[in-house]
């Protein structure tokens, strides 16, 4: 339980939602020494979020919530470490728009990875690209792929994932397969040599000194995807101008780059997005299967929820495995 109290911290979780979060993990212990580690990976990123929770530690008081414990007599309890720590942090102000943060996210215990992400959610809007925050569909996928760790299929697979973003889904990938050949892939160029390459370095992958990690631009149905056995994307089927290039692209995979098959990760903001993704694909000769959805109310499902969000979700996520139709 107190793993879980960090993961969803470490996630941003809303500070004036701890209460509610304390009482769902039931008797929640807080080692003296394991808060004040998790607690600075924060405030290194976060000093903003780590002042607030500070504040609601000592306001509300954080012993009426949770048992302290130490390990090592010698150390310094939670409660005496507290106060003059937030007085550290008072000159912190809020984050700016453009003000970065590492989020760090948890699929589970170990050996479950953890994947840490450099975002900054708030730029969306006005550079017009999804590369700045992790998306929930990739959240998904990733935890999708986390539950299939041991498919034999994966062993030693070439990966294309289109539509990288963040990187989220690629990095999960590696972590869980750190040998595997991966194509990671985004028709955003400035963004594949910023902000998505700092996030293999931050995860400790080098591409430029690791060939069997590429990072390119890929434009769907203009540029020839490389030779993969499997496709992996997220959230990319969201705009219904883009599906037939998005289609092609998959299509082109599928006949000539040697894909057994692809996994597409789609949020349903828009039914009929959806729809005519799944008609694309029938018109060129993909068969498709919903592999998973959020719509089922499951113990998957819900493992899912406690385990990746600190919200409700924007809209269902499903996953789409894709072959040629035999």
């Keep these: 339980m107190e793993a879980e109290f960090y993961n969803k911290l470490h996630r941003r979780f809303p500070i004036a939602e701890i209460p509610a979060l304390i009482s769902d993990l039931g008797a929640l212990e807080l080692h003296s020494e394991r808060f004040i580690e998790n607690f600075e990976i924060i405030c290194t990123r976060n000093p903003y979020y780590a002042k607030k929770l500070l504040k609601w530690m000592i306001d509300a008081p954080i012993d009426k919530y949770v048992t302290i414990s130490q390990d090592n007599l010698d150390d310094e309890h939670l409660l005496e470490w507290i106060y003059p720590r937030y007085v550290d942090l008072l000159p912190v102000g809020p984050p700016s728009p453009t003000t970065k943060d590492i989020i760090r996210y948890q699929f589970g215990p170990p050996p479950m990875p953890s994947v840490d992400i450099l975002e900054t959610p708030n730029l969306l809007s006005a550079l017009g690209t999804t590369g700045f925050r992790t998306w929930e569909a990739a959240l ?95 959230d990319v089927a969201y ?79 499903r996953i789409y495995r894709l072959n040629l139709r035999s």
């Design 140 to 234: 998904y996928l990733s935890y999708y792929l986390c539950s299939e760790a041991g498919n034999p299929v994966y062993r030693n697979a070439t990966i294309l994932e289109l539509g990288a973003g963040t990187g989220m889904v690629s990095l999960t990938w590696l972590k869980l397969h750190p040998e595997s050949s991966v194509y990671v892939t985004d028709g955003d160029a400035t963004l594949l040599e910023t902000q998505l390459r700092e996030n293999f370095v931050i995860n400790g992958f080098e591409p430029a000194k690791t060939p069997r990690i590429s990072l390119r631009r890929l434009l769907w149905n203009v540029d020839q995807p490389p030779q993969n056995d499997i496709v992996l994307a997220a």
């Design 239 to 317: 705009d219904s101008k883009l599906l037939p290039d998005l289609c092609s692209c998959l299509a082109t995979s599928l006949t000539e780059s040697g894909t057994q098959y692809a996994l597409v990760a789609a949020s349903v903001r828009n039914e009929a997005t959806v729809i005519a993704f799944q008609e694309q694909c029938n018109q060129l000769g993909i068969a498709y299967t919903i592999i998973k959805s959020t719509e089922n109310e499951d113990s998957y499902t819900r493992g899912f929820f406690a385990q990746c969000m600190t919200g409700p979700l924007l809209a269902p996520i």
